[in-house]
């Protein structure tokens, strides 16, 4: 399973980027996909969830600002990102589960694709 993350950049405060990620390797529709971010300094920390079936849970710092969907037939997970803030700023994974559902720490997933830098300026 191989997972390409893409759309990264430099965006002022309150504008929008939408990252790809695009997976080969296996039935992408079958299984869990999560965003997770990592600022500097910090923990990786769960952005977003898209389960099986279709159900998506946010973690509340993005709920309203951020939106997964799915493109199955592209096999690809998109992250669109409104309304951004400087504090949204950090590397951002995406991952997958050997699951259908999966929960919200980074060692639910089992496989990752490289990062793409997200900085947002004040």
């Known amino acids: 399973v191989q997972l390409q993350a893409c759309g990264g950049g430099l965006v002022q405060a309150g504008g929008s980027l939408r990252l790809s990620c695009a997976a080969s390797?296996?039935?992408?529709?079958?299984?869990?996909m999560g965003w997770f971010r990592q600022a500097p300094g910090k923990e990786r920390e769960f952005v977003v969830g898209s389960w099986r079936g279709g159900s998506t849970y946010y973690a509340d710092s993005v709920k309203g600002r951020f939106t997964v969907s799915r493109d199955n037939a592209k096999n690809t997970v998109y992250l669109q990102m409104n309304s951004l803030k400087p504090e949204d700023t950090a590397v951002y994974y995406c991952?997958?589960?050997?699951?259908?559902?999966?929960?919200?720490?980074?060692?639910?997933?089992?496989?990752w694709g490289q990062g793409t830098q997200v900085t947002v300026s004040s």
């Open positions: 991952a997958t589960a050997k699951r259908g559902i999966a929960g919200y720490s980074a060692y639910d997933y089992d496989y």
């Open positions: 390797g296996r039935t992408f529709s079958s299984y869990a």
